[in-house]
């Protein structure tokens, strides 16, 4: 049974010329990046090259980036940098963060290190601009704000640059999970107010078990992990050699493919949100599918019936990947954390389907899921 894989806010297929890029590091330039012969000046010079690609690439300077084992790695450190290092006694977050977020400013918190608020959020699922200047000038606690900057379930995207200037305007510190926006966007992080950002490489046809962490130049901040002098004594362990230099490649790939693929991507998710409405005119679009959205994700509410209980189950047998929320909690049987702030009096009523894309789907595979949904529903 040929495969229809609609999950690539989840993971994404490695791109071959990725793979090409890491695998000379992976045979014959194996070297230790910290050994001072040859074998490891020249696997540290693929990381500093690396590092300076996408310096460049996010208009960033290469000493404020840092690579990590993903995107969960790089929001703790900031988080916990931010209360531990920065004197942050407040965390100011939202109640739809993804769960590296939630659950880190949750502990911390039960623990007595900093107080949470979590911000309001309007019907749609946006942010509330006002009600975070509200909790910023409610108090004389330095605040940490960490928001994501695309939502991964629903899509709706963040205001950056109004949330920096909030903080600046508050001295507050600011932290912005940039997961599923890094390699899927422009970003100038110098044209911003923000001190940290986290992204993961396999959301953009990179490979799995590598991040990078932007540490504004003007932060100074102690290590999450300890043990050794890797990462100019910020991340200690031996650095993940081909993961860096295959990250790096991704996003020069991405970065280079941007308008197409955006475009592209844009256009079937629109197509898909037209054929979903025209067989299924009771559905909810999640979020704000076709408004300030990422272009990559599309979050459909089924009504709850006796047949679509059983919907990813059914559509998994079909060869159907798609997910009801964060691929993080897959397992985890109970509604999204998301949909439940939604919808708050009606959340156990919706089957929420999350259908993500990438440059390899198509037109055909859409018409397949939508036929497939019909004998469902």
Excluded: W
């Amino acid at each position: 049974m040929e495969r229809i894989y609609f999950d690539n806010a989840a993971t994404t297929a490695m791109d071959q010329d990725v793979l090409n890029a890491m695998m000379p590091y992976m045979t014959e330039k194996f070297g230790n990046p910290s050994a001072i012969y040859s074998y490891g000046r020249e696997t540290k010079m693929a990381i500093e090259n690396a590092r300076k690609s996408v310096a460049k690439i996010l208009h960033a300077n290469p000493g404020e980036i840092f690579f990590t084992s993903g995107g969960t790695e790089s929001s703790n450190t900031s988080i916990h940098a931010s209360v531990r290092d920065l004197g942050c006694k407040r965390i100011i977050s939202s109640p739809i963060e993804h769960h590296a977020t939630l659950h880190t400013v949750e502990y911390l918190h039960k623990t007595g290190q900093a107080a949470l608020s979590f911000i309001k959020l309007t019907p749609n699922g946006y942010i509330d601009l006002q009600s975070l200047e509200n909790l910023l000038a409610e108090s004389d606690d330095k605040a940490l704000v960490t928001l994501m900057h695309a939502n991964n379930e629903i899509g709706n995207l963040l205001d950056v640059k109004a949330v920096g200037e909030l903080c600046r305007k508050y001295n507050a510190i600011f932290h912005c999970d940039m997961v599923q926006t890094i390699g899927h966007y422009p970003i100038n992080l110098h044209d911003i107010y923000i001190h940290f950002a986290s992204s993961a490489g396999h959301k953009f046809h990179g490979p799995k078990g590598v991040g990078m962490l932007y540490v504004n130049e003007d932060v100074k901040i102690q290590p999450l992990l300890n043990g050794g002098a890797q990462e100019r004594n910020m991340r200690a362990g031996t650095e993940n050699l081909y993961g860096i230099v295959g990250y790096a490649k991704a996003l020069e790939i991405a970065t280079e493919r941007y308008e197409q693929d955006s475009q592209y991507i844009q256009e079937l998710k629109q197509y898909m949100i037209a054929q979903l409405r025209s067989t299924f005119p009771n559905i909810l679009l999640n979020g704000d599918a076709e408004g300030n959205s990422l272009y990559t994700v599309l979050n459909v509410g089924f009504p709850l019936t006796d047949k679509s209980d059983m919907m990813l189950f059914n559509l998994d047998m079909a060869g159907i990947c798609v997910s009801g929320g964060s691929a993080c909690s897959s397992g985890a049987n109970s509604i999204s954390h998301v949909i439940k702030e939604l919808y708050p009096e009606n959340a156990a009523n919706i089957v929420p389907i999350r259908f993500s894309f990438c440059r390899h789907n198509t037109k055909e595979e859409v018409d397949t899921v939508v036929a497939k949904l019909t004998g469902l529903v």
